[in-house]
């Protein structure tokens, strides 16, 4: 059976499988999902473990407190999951997904910490794509990308992390 | 559109765990966010929420940020302990493009240009429409008592001594 939706970090080191439909998609704005994508609120993606399959390589895990752990690709740091272990669904970071357009958020959570411009995103300038003034830019990018692309691979092999200068 | 003010420095940060904290001595006149798909796959989020920092003004004051090259042009920081993605490099550029979320007062950087539309997610075209489910404490309130005593995040402000919990491999 083909899942119904596919996944994985930025390297490629760990992808996954999702075997059903997806419920409950949220936009959740607590502190610590700030912290663990490092923007202004996560939007989560809920399946059933039984449901969810690591494909290629595993997570590396930080427990956010006793009773979460959050996964991640410990090559490249692309935050994966959101899970209590002792409950029997788990959410995935939808950015992570293949196609993150089939998964629509439905529901926001952690109100206390929406930051106040949450409402005004739509109203910001900007109607550019990528470098649309630099396409030689566009190129250099494009020609050296070492993002895993967004399907199952057969073979790939991760561009490997690094350190800074 | 009236551009906000930039709010004033120093500014400090870090990662979830704490391994990784800095200080920003002040912020160029950019906050942005960026939906590519590249920032998407970065952050495992719908778009990454950058602002730059001079390389003159960025000091790591505790532990620093492994990198993954997402393309031989950028580099993406991130804490190999808990994943929080931390930055976006352009080589050779001026300043590392910081994520708002890392800063210990995220609210205070308000956005004021969006990039990258051709991978903007339709949902975030419809965001005040999306239901309401309150507080953390209100929609799920046993859970967020154990959470708050055991909670394994730094807090939002620099700390002397910080031991991090050590991320864990299966």
Redesign the interface.
């Known amino acids: 059976m083909s899942p119904v939706l596919t996944g994985g970090?930025?390297?490629g080191r760990v992808r996954f499988a999702v075997d059903m439909q997806p419920f409950g998609v949220?936009?959740c704005h607590?502190?610590?999902c700030?912290?663990?994508?490092?923007?202004?609120f996560?939007?989560i993606c809920p399946v059933l473990k039984t449901h969810f399959r690591i494909t290629r390589g595993?997570?590396?895990?930080?427990?956010?407190?006793?009773?979460?752990r959050?996964g991640?690709?410990?090559?490249?740091?692309?935050?994966?999951t959101f899970e209590?272990p002792h409950v029997e669904g788990l959410g995935v970071?939808?950015?992570?997904f293949d196609e993150?357009?089939r998964v629509?958020?439905?529901?926001?959570?952690?109100?206390?910490s929406r930051?106040?411009?949450?409402?005004?995103?739509?109203?910001?300038?900007?109607?550019?794509?990528?470098y649309a003034d630099d396409p030689q830019?566009l190129h250099?990018?494009?020609s050296?990308?070492?993002?895993h692309p967004?399907h199952d691979t057969e073979q790939w092999t991760p561009?490997p992390?690094?350190?800074?200068d | 559109?009236t551009e906000p003010q930039m709010p004033e420095g120093p500014f400090s940060g870090g990662?979830?765990?704490g391994a990784i904290r800095f200080h920003a001595l002040a912020l160029r006149d950019n906050p942005?966010?960026?939906y590519?798909?590249?920032c998407?796959?970065?952050?495992?989020?719908?778009?990454?929420?950058l602002v730059g920092v001079l390389h003159e003004n960025l000091t790591w004051t505790r532990g620093?940020?492994?990198?993954?090259?997402?393309?031989?042009?950028?580099?993406?920081?991130?804490?190999?302990?808990?994943?929080?993605?931390?930055y976006y490099r352009s080589i050779g550029g001026p300043h590392v493009s910081m994520?708002?979320?890392?800063f210990d007062e995220?609210?205070k950087i308000?956005?004021?240009?969006?990039?990258?539309?051709?991978?903007k997610?339709?949902?975030?075209?419809h965001?005040?429409e999306?239901?309401?489910?309150?507080?953390?404490?209100a929609?799920m309130p046993e859970?967020a008592a154990?959470?708050r005593i055991?909670?394994?995040?730094h807090p939002?402000h620099d700390t002397d001594a910080w031991t991090p919990?050590p991320?864990?491999?299966?």
């Open positions: 970090c930025q390297c949220h936009v607590c502190r610590m700030q912290k663990a994508v490092a923007g202004p996560a939007v595993e997570m590396a895990y930080f427990h956010s407190s006793d009773i979460a959050r991640y690709c410990r090559d490249c740091g692309t935050p994966l209590y970071l939808v950015g992570a993150p357009s629509a958020p439905e529901i926001q959570y952690g109100n206390e930051v106040s411009w949450y409402g005004t995103l739509n109203a910001l300038p900007g109607d550019r794509v990528t830019m250099r990018i494009s050296s990308n070492h993002q967004d561009h992390g690094g350190q800074p | 559109m990662c979830q765990c942005h966010v960026c590519c798909r590249m998407q796959k970065a952050t495992g989020n719908l778009f990454a929420a620093k940020p492994a990198e993954f090259m997402s393309s031989d042009q950028a580099a993406r920081g991130f804490c190999g302990n808990c994943g929080t993605s931390l994520s708002i979320g890392a995220p609210e308000a956005l004021w240009y969006q990039l990258g539309l051709e991978g997610h339709p949902s975030l075209f965001l005040n999306i239901e309401e489910a309150g507080t953390t404490e929609a859970d154990v959470i055991s909670n394994h995040q939002d919990r991320g864990v491999l299966p």
